[in-house]
């Protein structure tokens, strides 16, 4: 699709959809921050062209946000509003060298919880205060005077402009929920319908006041006559507000489509630019708006067009059509703004924290701001996230069970700090002397006070003629910390290590075997049994046959991170694949067939490995014609380019197990037919790095860069 069709035939329709919204939103925010009108509609204008032409989210849209409605209010009854447009030119600015420093992915190190729950908050203050409007009164200076007078004012009466602004909230609850038209969006349902009913029944309502000549009436900034220090407060907190509101939105749209990703430090520069010039044309802060983005994604818009041809609609309907504009009620657009305040508290984000435990930080930030102040309630919900996360650090389960008479099991998961130890002495001293008890250990960390206590009980307790038995799961800090080693050095996780390694860490040998099933029915049975059972009922899919040695040292699930179901193996000594109706054994053969016909496997692959005996069988005649061993590496057909290199020999034998694959009728029909591909690696285990095997040049390389 050429750029000028995409433009007619996506780009232009979503433009028109965003415009529409736009307009009675833009509208309230600014009624809502105690700025003329027109701030709002000039702050739509120059998000939606400067923020789209240069920002770095291709398909966001940018335009004045309820989330920093409380903070221009604030600034208003502070500054006055030519102050606050002087305010918001700097702290664009302020946004400008954020970007150019390449900051933009800083501000999301703030936390989503802090974030949402200051949202949240401003939409309750919103909501409250525009209450009040709808209800035909005045918001108060704060939420708790809204919230303490608002009884009094649901009982006062209530004249038309109350019940139009009531009709305008139940076509905003109930329209998206009925009616799926993305290009008649229920805002400019309610506003336009409830408009229309005010005028045709003659209500005698306050109405939207515009400037006669919008252009003569911008309101030219001036600098604030106050403490410099209040100033640069309220520039910073518009900047930065400004700045994780815009980011998180633009990672949020990325979520919605398939297009270019958002270049995070760009966009800040687009914003930086956008609020500098709205703030100089007497415009609100701007920032990206996840309500109007998702609605230009959901409109079909492909390209940042969209964005800048609103911005342009909303100008040449400010000043070709502004008397449409005057005839909406003020309790309209309150309605409006009462909708979207309660709906920047979303109940889906709310069980998510909830879920994760981060729900004190939101409700934390959310009362915060509404009781108190926005700077405030961010501090208070920064500091319960710190909390929470200092907390969960030294956060450890500690579990003590008799498993039979005689015999304790005291499990220690998580991190066990030395603030731990009062704990760790009060489950210890459950424990009646001269019993067995075995300590398992899943920790992520264990300080030194913390292993001190461990290692006097167990002192104590062995003294006392009791018997203490030591595991470590996963880690083996203990262990380290009995060798003089806590902190330092890397262990080998026990899923991954050698029995001898990990039964070392235990401090005890036993039969190898029955210790490793036993660690697994303890340890990985429980997290593989879902998926186990699943393959019992449907039987097994395997995407591969994975042809390898025998060597010990190759373990094919660890080296490909593959799990059950997913390998088909055939193991033997050294990887090798007769050919076909060779004399002799015929496992590996009906491996191949089966694998393929019946299994259905896209991927045959013939895996070698560096030091690999039976090569070096091969390449030194160790193995001599007769024995078995010798017989079996007779069926390999290999030729060695070069005798001497160990490593070439291994890919030499790769290579011709390849060439011996193809002997297979079965091999070569599928590879025909497309359904079937022949892969050669190369495994070395010093390294623990993969290699693929080129057959064609007969050369390897990494399978992958580092």
């Known amino acids: 699709?050429?750029?000028?069709?995409?433009?007619?035939?996506?780009?232009?329709?979503?433009?028109?959809?965003?415009?529409?919204?736009?307009?009675?939103?833009?509208?309230?925010?600014?009624?809502?921050?105690?700025?003329?009108?027109?701030?709002?509609?000039?702050?739509?204008?120059?998000?939606?062209?400067?923020?789209?032409?240069?920002?770095?989210?291709?398909?966001?849209?940018?335009?004045?946000?309820a989330g920093l409605t409380v903070i221009v209010a604030g600034a208003v009854a502070d500054f006055g509003f030519a102050g606050t447009a002087a305010i918001v030119a700097v702290a664009g600015i302020v946004q400008i060298l954020l970007g150019v420093s390449r900051l933009g992915r800083a501000a999301l190190a703030l936390s989503p919880a802090v974030v949402h729950g200051m949202l949240a908050g401003i939409g309750l203050v919103i909501a409250l205060g525009q209450v009040h409007v709808l209800l035909g009164g005045s918001p108060q200076s704060n939420a708790w005077q809204n919230l303490r007078e608002l009884p009094a004012q649901i009982a006062d009466h209530h004249g038309m402009a109350a019940l139009l602004g009531l009709l305008t909230v139940a076509i905003l609850v109930l329209w998206p929920r009925y009616v799926?038209?993305?290009?008649?969006?229920?805002?400019?349902?309610?506003?336009?319908?409830?408009?229309?009913?005010?005028?045709?029944?003659?209500?005698?309502?306050?109405?939207?006041?515009?400037?006669?000549?919008?252009?003569?009436?911008?309101?030219?900034?001036?600098?604030?006559?106050?403490?410099?220090?209040?100033?640069?407060?309220?520039?910073?907190?518009?900047?930065?507000?400004?700045?994780?509101?815009?980011?998180?939105?633009?990672?949020?749209?990325?979520?919605?489509?398939?297009?270019?990703?958002?270049?995070?430090?760009?966009?800040?520069?687009?914003?930086?630019?956008?609020?500098?010039?709205?703030?100089?044309?007497?415009?609100?802060?701007?920032?990206?708006?996840?309500?109007?983005?998702?609605?230009?994604?959901?409109?079909?818009?492909?390209?940042?067009?969209?964005?800048?041809?609103?911005?342009?609609?909303?100008?040449?309907?400010?000043?070709?059509?502004?008397?449409?504009?005057?005839?909406?009620?003020m309790a309209v657009l309150a309605a409006v703004l009462i909708v979207v305040g309660v709906r920047l508290i979303n109940l889906a984000q709310i069980r998510t924290y909830a879920r994760h435990r981060e729900l004190p930080t939101y409700l934390v930030t959310a009362l915060g701001v509404v009781f108190i102040d926005l700077l405030?309630?961010?501090?208070?919900?920064?500091?319960?996230?710190?909390?929470?996360?200092?907390?969960?650090?030294?956060?450890?389960?500690?579990?003590?069970?008799?498993?039979?008479?005689?015999?304790?099991?005291?499990?220690?998961?998580?991190?066990?700090?030395?603030?731990?130890?009062?704990?760790?002495?009060?489950?210890?001293?459950?424990?009646?002397?001269?019993?067995?008890?075995?300590?398992?250990?899943?920790?992520?960390y264990l300080d030194h006070g913390a292993f001190e206590a461990i290692k006097h009980w167990e002192e104590a307790y062995r003294k006392a003629g009791g018997r203490v038995r030591i595991r470590e799961v996963h880690d083996s800090w203990f262990h380290r910390a009995t060798s003089g080693r806590l902190g330092g050095g890397k262990s080998t996780p026990r899923l991954v290590g050698s029995w001898s390694r990990w039964q070392g860490i235990d401090q005890e040998r036993r039969d190898a075997m029955a210790a490793g099933i036993a660690e697994f029915e303890r340890s990985v049975a429980p997290m593989v049994r879902p998926h186990l059972a699943e393959l019992a009922r449907d039987g097994q899919r395997p995407e591969q046959l994975f042809i390898t040695c025998a060597d010990s040292r190759l373990v094919p699930n660890l080296i490909t991170a593959s799990g059950p179901g997913d390998l088909f193996c055939v193991r033997n000594v050294g990887n090798l694949v007769p050919p076909h109706a060779a004399?002799?054994?015929?496992?590996?053969?009906?491996?191949?067939?089966?694998?393929?016909?019946?299994?259905g496997v896209t991927t045959i692959t013939v895996c070698g490995h560096?030091?690999?005996?039976?090569?070096?069988?091969?390449?030194?005649?160790?193995?001599?014609?007769?024995?078995?061993?010798?017989?079996?590496?007779?069926?390999?057909?290999?030729?060695?380019?070069?005798?001497?290199?160990?490593?070439?020999?291994?890919?030499?034998?790769?290579?011709?197990?390849?060439?011996?694959?193809?002997?297979?009728?079965?091999v070569r029909a599928a590879e025909a037919a497309g359904r079937l591909r022949l892969a050669g690696m190369f495994f070395d285990i010093a390294e623990a790095r993969m290699y693929e095997v080129d057959p064609v040049l007969n050369v390897y390389r990494p399978v992958h860069t580092p």
Not at 187 to 215: D, K
Not at 611 to 634: E, F, H, I, K, T
């Open 610 to 666: 560096s030091g690999c005996g039976a090569v070096r069988a091969l390449m030194s005649g160790a193995a001599p014609p007769g024995s078995s061993l010798g017989d079996w590496l007779a069926l390999s057909g290999v030729e060695f380019t070069d005798g001497e290199d160990e490593a070439r020999c291994c890919i030499d034998n790769v290579v011709q197990q390849l060439a011996n694959l193809r002997t297979y009728p079965v």
């Open 1 to 65: 699709m050429s750029d000028l069709t995409q433009l007619l035939r996506r780009d232009l329709p979503a433009s028109i959809v965003v415009f529409l919204i736009a307009i009675p939103l833009s509208l309230g925010i600014a009624a809502a921050s105690g700025a003329p009108l027109l701030a709002g509609l000039v702050a739509a204008v120059v998000g939606g062209i400067v923020a789209g032409a240069l920002g770095g989210a291709p398909l966001q849209v940018s335009g004045p946000a």
């Open 180 to 329: 799926k038209i993305s290009v008649l969006p229920a805002a400019l349902v309610a506003v336009v319908g409830v408009t229309a009913l005010a005028w045709v029944l003659g209500a005698e309502v306050v109405r939207v006041s515009l400037p006669e000549e919008p252009l003569a009436e911008l309101i030219t900034p001036v600098w604030p006559d106050a403490p410099l220090h209040e100033i640069t407060v309220a520039v910073l907190t518009i900047a930065l507000v400004a700045s994780v509101e815009s980011l998180l939105s633009a990672v949020a749209v990325d979520r919605l489509h398939d297009g270019p990703r958002a270049r995070l430090n760009k966009e800040l520069v687009g914003q930086g630019a956008a609020n500098m010039v709205s703030g100089m044309f007497g415009g609100l802060p701007v920032t990206g708006v996840i309500v109007r983005s998702s609605t230009n994604v959901a409109a079909g818009a492909r390209t940042r067009a969209s964005a800048i041809l609103h911005g342009v609609w909303i100008a040449v309907f400010v000043l070709l059509c502004a008397s449409l504009l005057e005839m909406i009620p």
């Open 583 to 599: 004399p002799g054994d015929a496992s590996v053969g009906a491996a191949v067939e089966y694998a393929v016909e019946v299994l």
């Open 376 to 444: 405030t309630g961010v501090a208070l919900g920064m500091a319960t996230a710190a909390a929470l996360i200092l907390w969960r650090l030294t956060r450890c389960e500690i579990r003590t069970v008799q498993r039979a008479p005689g015999e304790w099991l005291v499990i220690i998961s998580g991190t066990l700090a030395f603030v731990e130890a009062a704990r760790l002495s009060r489950e210890f001293g459950v424990i009646p002397p001269g019993e067995d008890v075995e300590v398992e250990m899943h920790l992520d």
